[in-house]
């Protein structure tokens, strides 16, 4: 099973909070978006940087600069939603993808319902996100699709992860590198993560 858990002590306690029962949508969404954003962080640790000179106030001197790499955010929806706002935080200039998938209550299967991607998919480099990872079935379809249309470089990000979507994601794309604040214990009859936060998309848009 190969995933970067980011055990940051802010990303933990963050994480306990909003898998409390007892944390509503607003602040279950204020957390996301915060967990989100210091994943970014870690995640973006290798984008490559270049020299350029600027002046300061003082002098002149050569500094480093992103090297305009571009990136590509991919939420998974609805629940990825709930993490772009962070990953804009630090990262305004990334062009955001949507892929819409639900899994089918009955055979826990991804069904795509929307797919809007930004044009130049092969020169980008994407980030899949989605709070959760459960059977790995919704993110390895959306890995598949973007690599059809021509996606190379793909990172996964997710706030919690069962064992059987790790590996299922390992199995089917093992270029794609994995990273998650938790792997949780396993997966319950219905297909939800134990002791996981419940239905993701439900508890940020209080639908249930
Ligand atoms: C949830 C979650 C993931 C998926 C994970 O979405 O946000 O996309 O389930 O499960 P999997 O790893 O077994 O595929 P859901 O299908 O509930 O749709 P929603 O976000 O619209 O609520
Ligand atoms: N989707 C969720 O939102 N939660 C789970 O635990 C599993 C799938």
Same mark, same amino acid.
């Given at each position: ?17 909003i898998r ?47 090297? !305009?790499? $571009? ?5 998974? +929806?609805? =629940?990825?939603?709930?993490? &772009?706002?962070? /990953?804009? @935080? ?59 249309? !021509?996606? $190379? ?5 997710? +706030?919690v =992860?069962?064992?059987?979507? &790790?590996?299922? /994601?390992? @199995? ?24 996981g936060l419940g239905?993701a ?8």
């Open positions: 099973m190969n995933a970067k858990i980011i055990d940051h002590p802010l990303i933990q306690h963050k994480l306990t909070l409390d029962v007892k944390t509503g949508p607003k602040e279950f969404r204020e957390l996301l978006e915060e967990i989100a954003m210091l994943m970014a962080y870690e995640i973006t640790r290798d984008l490559p940087l270049e020299e350029t000179e600027i002046t300061t106030p003082v002098t002149t001197c050569k500094c480093k600069i992103l090297a !305009g790499k $571009k990136v590509g955010i991919i939420p998974i +929806l609805r =629940a990825g939603l709930g993490m &772009v706002s962070g /990953v804009l @935080k630090l990262m305004p200039a990334a062009k955001v993808g949507h892929v819409g998938l639900y899994r089918d209550p009955e055979t826990l299967k991804p069904v795509e319902y929307y797919c809007k991607l930004p044009t130049d998919v092969q020169d980008r480099d994407f980030i899949v996100i989605d709070p959760m990872l459960a059977t790995g079935g919704s993110s390895s379809a959306a890995i598949e699709l973007l690599k059809n249309k !021509g996606a $190379k470089h793909i990172k996964l990000m997710c +706030l =992860a069962a064992p059987e979507g &790790v590996m299922l /994601v390992n @199995k089917e794309h093992p270029d794609v590198e994995i990273y998650v604040a938790a792997v949780d214990e396993c997966l319950n009859d219905h297909g939800y993560i134990v002791p239905d998309g439900d508890r940020i848009f209080g639908t249930k």
